[in-house]
């Protein structure tokens, strides 16, 4: 297993270096940051002094070779708006993204499997009909849409959750829920739908081996059956379709947190894009990316854990 661990770590290098220098080129290639802070009325002599004074008049190279190692020190720079520090405005609202990553994540896949595994069991049937339907309906409205209907009914109408804001965890776990409900309700739409219908198409299948057939012979409950049986030889496509779902998490707290006005990473995306904040786009497309390969190296371990075949 060690082994196996060490061959996706080495085989995750390449994939680091490459995101590495796919962002660095493209903000680079994209626009001039100093003619988009010093604005239209900036003379030539003031831009050409920022540039010498920000390194780049630099070959593009040793600019590569300065900003990597910046960034392997955890230094990501200053913004070019604010004059911040980048990893400090990351940091104070990184708590809030991952707020809601990991409450949509949770919800998404308590709700989703159990779902898929039903719709399974009584396939052809009314309530795979339904669990189908409801699918359909929930791939089908944006996220966007169903954040807004969600703050029109329970935040405006009744009056029953905060309609905007975020309320930290050291504040009260009651109200970081309350302030979390609806944007989690409305990222994990979508994340649901594809989680339940992989659940369900992989349930079915294994739902037809012989050893179903076996266990229900020889005195299994279905509930039984479905946990100890159905799900474990079927959790491999389930567990690719969630680390494939938290890339869709990952992008979708950038509407989200706008929607739900929530001080997240999302919004800082958005805020920096409009100002043309290069550094801060970098440092958040960088954390996003590394987020998304580790991921993807989480779920390879989970295979080989799952399936020991995968390990050889």
Same mark, same amino acid.
């Given at each position: 297993?060690? !082994?196996?661990?060490a061959? *996706?770590?080495?085989?995750a290098?390449?994939?680091v ?6 962002v ?5 290639? /994209? ?13 030539a002599?003031?831009v050409?002094?920022i ?9 593009i190279? =040793?600019?590569?070779v ?5 960034? &392997?020190?955890?230094? +990501?720079?200053?913004?070019l ?5 980048? @990893? ?10 991952? %707020? ?7 919800? %998404? ?11 399974a069991?009584? *396939?052809?049937? @009314? ?9 359909? =309906?929930?791939f /089908?409205v944006?996220?966007?849409v169903v954040g807004?209907?969600?703050? @029109?009914? +329970?935040?405006? !109408? ?9 309320a930290r965890?050291?504040?009260g ?6 302030? &979390? ?6 990222? /994990?739409?979508? +994340?649901?739908? &594809?989680?339940?219908r992989i ?5 079915i ?20 059956? %479905? ?9 491999t ?7 494939v779902g ?11 947190e706008t ?18 904040d ?7 497309i ?26 050889y």
């Open positions: 297993m060690l !082994k196996f661990i061959y *996706r770590l080495l085989g290098v390449p994939v270096a490459l995101v590495s220098v796919a660095f080129l493209f903000l680079r290639l /994209s626009g001039d940051p100093v003619a988009a802070m010093l604005g239209e009325n900036a003379t002599e003031q050409a002094e540039r010498h004074a920000m390194g780049l008049d630099r070959p190279l =040793v600019q590569f300065a900003w990597l190692g910046h960034l &392997l020190r955890g230094d +990501f720079g200053v913004s708006v604010t004059r911040e520090s980048v @990893w400090t405005m990351v940091h104070d609202r990184l708590e809030t993204t991952l %707020s809601l990553a990991l409450t949509t994540i949770v919800a %998404s896949v308590v709700i989703a499997v159990p779902l898929g595994l039903l719709a069991r009584y *396939r052809g049937g @009314w309530i795979d009909r339904g669990i189908t339907l409801l699918c359909t =309906v929930g /089908s944006p996220t966007f807004y209907l969600f703050v @029109w009914l +329970f935040s405006v !109408k009744l009056g029953w959750l905060p309609a905007q804001g975020y965890l050291g504040d776990i009651g109200r970081w829920l309350l302030h &979390l409900i609806g944007p989690t309700v409305a990222m /994990s739409s979508v +994340f649901i739908v &594809l989680i339940a659940t369900r198409a992989s349930a299948e294994t739902l037809r081996q012989d050893f179903i057939r076996t266990a229900r012979a020889l005195g299994a409950g279905e509930l039984r059956v %479905s946990a100890l049986f159905v799900l474990r030889n079927a959790a496509p389930i567990v690719t379709i969630i680390g938290i890339g869709v998490v990952l992008t979708g707290v950038v509407v989200t929607v739900f006005n929530l001080p997240g990473l999302g919004r800082l995306t958005i805020e920096a894009v409009l100002a043309r290069f550094p801060v786009i970098q440092c958040v960088v954390l996003f990316s590394f987020t998304y390969v580790f991921i993807n190296l989480m779920v390879d371990i989970v295979y080989a854990l799952l399936d020991p075949r995968i390990r």
